[in-house]
């Protein structure tokens, strides 16, 4: 099959693990179509993360309202499932309720992310694909937010997407990291799909494939007057802006200004401050220095403490592929079956029972001070509630925000964050909490369960 042309599209359903389907047509044969309760968490932070900010909820809501099985889906399907289980699936429309942490939320292990109300075998269906969505971009959001708190004054630019483990992460990186603080991406189809802020400059081939470096400046000044940021290290980094202090002359006459350089290779702070010392002399006091390659957040921390004169940076590999800590121990687990509570009582990876609510606690100076997940009707409780409402019956009940919207909300949030969570040291533990209803519950279904176990 070529994999440009895949019939099934994006968001097929299909884009899921064989079991999903397998237990859906047990479910069915055996009558278990009651309510379910799934919802998502993760058990733990990965090493040096503080916090995680959610994001990808705007995907999946997008993903359970267009869920449909094609006729070519079907078919395939038919080839491998019984006529009753494909006539099930054809009328398949997600009919459930949604509740999640608004996109950008920080949050912290043990707290539901999203919860999944729906019949049972609907909920288990859509397993994969929500985990899929949420986990990716969570993952880079969070990885972004410690650039925006490592540098909150700079321009950041995701610069990821051809190292990127494939074309939508590439596209939802460049969602994410605009989420969480960075000011833009290079990815075009970001700021199509998405409205993300577009920044890009050139490639060291278009200076090679000039003759004189000087001459290529020049053509790419005529061609892009109005946004002119051109790379200079390609050959001697000093030299280059040498260069440019007198195109500068001669492009004022025209009312061009050489917005900004980029940097890309080398000691980025001797090259920043060479350079800024070259362009001051010679009068462009307004041309920014951005700087590219290789950067993290430790190595975006050091430029910065070096009191490196760089305005902006690309921030690529790193960002999308979150090097550091590539994956969440994030999991997706039944919690209500039926109205009855349901526990996972695995060695290392056993859940707390029922439907769920977070409560966040402020100080005095309204920084987070600790949170407590409860039951979703233990009343009254202290804290703001975090969980939203975001489907009833498979019908979307809030209307979308704007991305730039979620963006200065979740910037908003970090002001709110403890001192020492702030820092890429880590930090101690935030105190989550785990309500005396939640902890009585399980203990009475473990009680239960042993019972059973000895009967």
């Not at 009558?31 to 900010?53: I, Q, S, Y």
């Not at 997008?62 to 395939?76: G, M």
């Not at 540098?151 to 990821?160: E, Q």
């Not at 596209?171 to 189809?189: H, N, P």
């Amino acid at each position: 099959m070529n994999p440009y042309s895949n019939p099934y599209g994006q968001f097929s359903p299909l884009l899921t693990d064989l079991y999903q389907l397998t237990m859906l047509q047990s479910y069915i044969e055996h009558g278990m179509e009651d309510t379910a309760v799934f919802e998502m968490f993760v058990r733990k932070l990965p090493e040096g993360r503080n916090f995680l900010v959610v994001a990808g909820l705007e995907q999946v809501l997008d993903y359970l309202e267009y869920l449909r099985f094609s006729e070519d889906e079907l078919t395939w399907l038919a080839s491998r499932f019984p006529p009753h289980v494909i006539e099930y699936l054809k009328e398949f429309r997600f009919a459930g309720d949604v509740h999640a942490l608004p996109e950008g939320t920080v949050f912290f292990p043990d707290e539901p992310i999203i919860r999944v109300t729906a019949p049972l075998p609907q909920a288990q269906l859509v397993e994969s694909r929500i985990i899929n969505l949420i986990h990716f971009e969570t993952l880079i959001a969070s990885k972004a937010a410690r650039s925006v708190l490592v540098a909150p004054d700079k321009t950041l630019v995701d610069f990821g997407m051809r190292r990127a483990h494939g074309a939508e992460a590439g596209l939802l990186a460049a969602r994410a990291s605009y989420l969480a603080g960075f000011s833009g991406t290079a990815t075009v189809l970001a700021d199509a799909v998405y409205g993300v802020p577009l920044y890009g400059t050139m490639a060291h081939s278009y200076i090679q494939a000039h003759d004189d470096e000087l001459e290529a400046f020049k053509h790419f000044v005529q061609s892009h007057p109005d946004n002119t940021v051109l790379l200079i290290d390609t050959y001697d980094t000093e030299k280059a802006a040498a260069k440019l202090t007198g195109l500068a002359d001669k492009l004022a006459r025209k009312r061009i200004q050489i917005n900004g350089v980029r940097l890309d290779s080398g000691d980025l702070a001797e090259h920043a401050r060479n350079v800024r010392r070259i362009l001051d002399q010679g009068g462009l006091h307004e041309t920014t220095i951005f700087a590219s390659g290789n950067i993290d957040e430790y190595r975006l921390h050091a430029l910065i403490q070096s009191g490196a004169p760089i305005d902006g940076f690309g921030i690529g590999t790193a960002l999308d592929i979150s090097s550091d800590a590539p994956a969440l121990d994030c999991a997706y687990k039944l919690q209500e079956y039926a109205d009855k509570p349901r526990r996972k009582h695995s060695e290392g990876k056993a859940t707390w029972p029922g439907r769920k609510q977070v409560f966040r606690c402020y100080n005095d100076s309204n920084c987070f001070a600790g949170d407590v997940v409860a039951l979703e009707d233990e009343q009254p409780h202290t804290g703001e509630p975090l969980l939203k409402q975001y489907m009833q019956s498979g019908e979307r009940i809030q209307n979308n925000l704007p991305l730039n919207e979620i963006r200065r909300k979740t910037v908003s949030n970090y002001s709110q964050l403890p001192h020492a969570m702030k820092l890429l040291d880590t930090a101690p533990a935030y105190p989550v909490r785990i309500s005396g209803k939640i902890k009585q519950l399980a203990e009475q279904l473990d009680a239960r369960y042993a019972a059973k176990q000895q009967s």
